[in-house]
């Protein structure tokens, strides 16, 4: 079947995935802190975690600006993309759309820090919509790559946004636990986002799965590769930790009621939309069908 095919080198190395799993997650992060401003309701339980939430999104957003520059090769090049703007760029987008969310932490940081209500939704609203875009702008960032299979499909955004909410609620329950601020409102919130972001993810692994079994000569070759040189991560690290065993424990009633049990979710969720982003974009780029 794969009488004409060859490895490529991948230009996109470690660095790409580790400011996509970072963007994402520090963007879901913000959200969460934003809540209660955005959404009222019951996400009011998440106020105290407001001030430590927007230090961690822009700490985080810190750590992926250097990935990104490093990525590129020249800081020159960061600065490409918004000097030479093109409407159809996913690239041009997120590069417009990192700043602006970088503004949005730092006036949402200013109004909790100053007391200024009248701030705190407008920028919670629009950092919001900026942190949506993030791991929005990534997918796009692969799915226009419409000669590579793997990658020119319409849910990898919808995927990234998703394994986006896991890091993000598993970051978030993480820093609630070490500083005792995971009670039980705090916990049923957390664990419902779980368990409708993993079973999303579940859903998503599933049709990647019969994409890679049964799709295109292209799409089978990368199947064969995941399965050859990804297997371990695909099916252990992405499947079995990261989206199964947390899947089980916030669906569980008695696991999900432990505030442990589900940051231990959210942590293994994490685990597992770092692996599956790593996947998709190394198995993307190296095999290459030619006719």
Request: aromatic share 14%.
């Amino acid at each position: 079947m794969f009488e004409y095919t060859e490895y490529n080198i991948a230009p996109w190395g470690y660095e790409i995935v580790a400011y996509f799993f970072l963007i994402g997650t520090a963007s879901m992060v913000f959200v969460l802190a934003a809540a209660p401003n955005v959404f009222g309701g019951v996400t009011k339980v998440m106020e105290p975690f407001q001030k430590k939430g927007i230090l961690v999104a822009l700490v985080i957003l810190m750590i992926c600006v250097p990935l990104l520059i490093a990525d590129i090769g020249q800081p020159a090049r960061f600065l490409y993309p918004i000097i030479y703007f093109h409407w159809t760029s996913p690239l041009s987008w997120g590069t417009l759309f990192l700043p602006l969310f970088g503004l949005c932490i730092i006036g949402f940081l200013y109004g909790l820090a100053f007391n200024k209500p009248n701030l705190l939704k407008p920028l919670g609203i629009i950092g919001s919509l900026l942190a949506l875009s993030m791991p929005l702008y990534t997918g796009l960032d692969l799915m226009v790559n419409q000669a590579r299979e793997l990658w020119s499909s319409p849910t990898i955004p919808v995927l990234f946004v998703i394994l986006s909410m896991s890091s993000g609620t598993g970051l978030s329950a993480l820093i609630l636990l070490l500083g005792k601020g995971l009670t039980p409102p705090v916990t049923q919130l957390l664990r419902i986002i779980l368990f409708v972001s993993v079973g999303t993810t579940l859903a998503l692994f599933l049709a990647e799965w019969v994409v890679l079994s049964y799709g295109t000569e292209e799409q089978q070759h990368a199947g064969q590769f995941i399965m050859n040189e990804f297997g371990i991560k695909f099916w252990l690290l992405t499947l079995v930790v990261g989206i199964l065993i947390p899947l089980l424990l916030v669906a569980l009633p008695k696991l999900a009621k432990d505030p442990k049990m589900v940051t231990l979710a959210g942590v293994l969720s994490a685990v597992g939309a770092y692996s599956f982003r790593e996947v998709l974009i190394f198995a993307g780029q190296l095999p290459q069908l030619y006719f």
